[in-house]
């Protein structure tokens, strides 16, 4: 087990104001890895103050040299990815593949990102008439990140504010905050100027709490559950600064009846299998032609039976979900779904045959699920995929938007301009249309429950932006 007990705040290592320890456990083993200190007040407002007096330079620098210093950053990153890819292993249980090939690899795709729109993006616009309309960083940004996508969720907030010329404070997730520590090394490695960014460790009550009520932060980022995210922003509230949120999901994945049922179920199975059902855009939600449900159920249990589960150093599919509170969480609405009627394909209760430690969860499929159903409405966050069946199209629009979420929905259909159709009637940020793969210029973000405002690419920017308007200018 290894000590990090020190924050990076104003350029230096330091010690916390007030000593308080944390265990860091690896998931699959159920052990602990590591020890971290957890943050306070104090620690936010050192960390505040430093990010306030590094603004007013960091503020001015010119385009070029602020793609040099992502550059540099982009170049220690990759000198490092392995060891990023093998910490996320380590500390939320990705397995080796995913964690190298996706996880790590996502801040170079964001960093690489931030470089390409910052050379181009226009901070001012020509004069409408006599009046300057220009874009200025916002300030002192908080950054409140998760455990389940570690770096990308750091990368995607870091990335575009330090483009742009905001000053930052991160609180990574004290689940999984090893990726957040070799963060905090490579931008000190990369020369980034002291106070520009800044990295405590702690708890939501301990750090996150101050952070988004700090006087001295302008911005607050969340990603993170939907009941957070209110906290986050009744927090933020009294001092009027901006609430930027990545929240909850509850995904439907439409198959239309002209679609290839068994390759868009196996499609649909494995890409909410996929990080062991711990991503917010997860297809949670089936929705199957009635007629077709039996071909569904043959196609969804063969994928998921197909599925391996396992140590996360090695090569299988799904390693385990983070922690025991996630482990209980899954096991006790999978036990809700059996009480509640839905038809269980494949899964069930438990840890997989063979393991008997870690949190392992058996890749589970419902069926027959009624969309009222407590697993048809609730978040997961775990290999269980609820099969639905509907009767028309109208009505599978119908349910897929009958959610308090709105982050992403999926349609599947043999006529594109079919699919299109479909998408155009669903409320959420992201529509994927027949299995298409992510794209780094498209923005992120939901509807209704699953927060405002949108990460990725250009829109990304306008984020940490504020808008100015100089009378006269011209």
Not at 96 to 117: E, F, P, W
Not at 134 to 149: D, K, L, Q
Not at 353 to 381: H, M, Q, S, W
Request: hydrophobic residues 45%.
């Amino acid at each position: 087990m290894t000590d990090h007990l020190k924050f990076y705040i104003d350029g230096a290592w330091v010690d916390p104001v007030a000593p308080r320890t944390l265990d860091v456990i690896n998931p699959a083993t159920e052990q602990p890895i590591a020890r971290i200190s957890l943050g306070a007040a104090e620690d936010v407002d050192r960390a505040v103050q430093a990010a306030q007096r590094a603004f007013a330079s960091f503020s001015r620098t010119s385009r070029q040299e602020r793609i040099d210093l992502l550059e540099a950053i982009l170049a220690e990153y990759v000198r490092r990815q392995d060891e990023m890819a093998r910490a996320i292993t380590a500390e939320m249980g990705a397995p080796a593949a995913l964690a190298r090939n996706a996880q790590a690899y996502m801040g170079v795709a964001h960093l690489s990102t931030a470089i390409a729109v910052l050379k181009d993006y226009a901070f001012e616009e020509a004069p409408r008439g006599a009046t300057l309309i220009s874009r200025e960083p916002i300030g002192v940004c908080a950054f409140i990140t998760p455990w389940n996508w570690p770096s990308n969720q750091i990368g995607c907030k870091v990335a575009p504010a330090l483009a742009v010329g905001c000053t930052m404070v991160l609180k990574p997730s004290e689940v999984a905050p090893l990726s957040g520590l070799l963060w905090a090394e490579i931008m000190d490695a990369a020369g980034v100027p002291a106070g520009v960014f800044n990295m405590i460790n702690g708890d939501g009550p301990g750090v996150g709490a101050a952070l988004s009520s700090h006087s001295g932060v302008d911005m607050v980022s969340f990603t993170g559950s939907t009941r957070a995210g209110v906290e986050v922003a009744r927090n933020a509230a009294p001092t009027i600064k901006r609430v930027h949120q990545e929240l909850g999901g509850k995904s439907a994945n439409i198959i239309l009846d002209d679609a290839d049922i068994t390759a868009a179920v196996a499609a649909g199975v494995a890409r909410i299998m996929n990080n062991s059902g711990q991503s917010c855009n997860a297809p949670t939600r089936m929705l199957v032609p009635r007629a077709r449900m039996d071909e569904a159920k043959a196609a969804a249990k063969a994928a998921a039976e197909g599925l391996t589960v396992g140590d996360p150093t090695g090569d299988v599919t799904l390693g385990p979900v983070v922690s025991d509170v996630q482990w209980n969480k899954i096991q006790s609405l999978i036990a809700k779904g059996i009480e509640e009627g839905a038809t269980l394909v494949t899964g069930g209760v438990g840890r997989p045959e063979g393991l008997t430690a870690g949190y392992f969860v058996k890749p589970t499929v419902f069926a027959d699920v009624d969309p009222d159903a407590t697993i048809a409405r609730e978040e997961i966050f775990g290999p269980v995929l609820s099969i639905i069946p509907y009767d028309s199209e109208d009505e599978a629009v119908a349910m897929a938007n009958d959610t308090v979420y709105g982050l992403a929905a999926y349609v599947q259909s043999g006529d594109i301009d079919r699919a299109r159709k479909v998408a155009r009637q669903l409320r959420a940020g992201q529509v994927i249309l027949n299995g298409a793969g992510p794209d780094l210029m498209a923005p992120f973000g939901g509807f209704k429950q699953s927060g405002n405002g949108r990460e990725w690419g250009d829109h990304a920017f306008a984020e940490f932006l504020e808008v100015k308007a100089t009378l006269g200018y011209a």
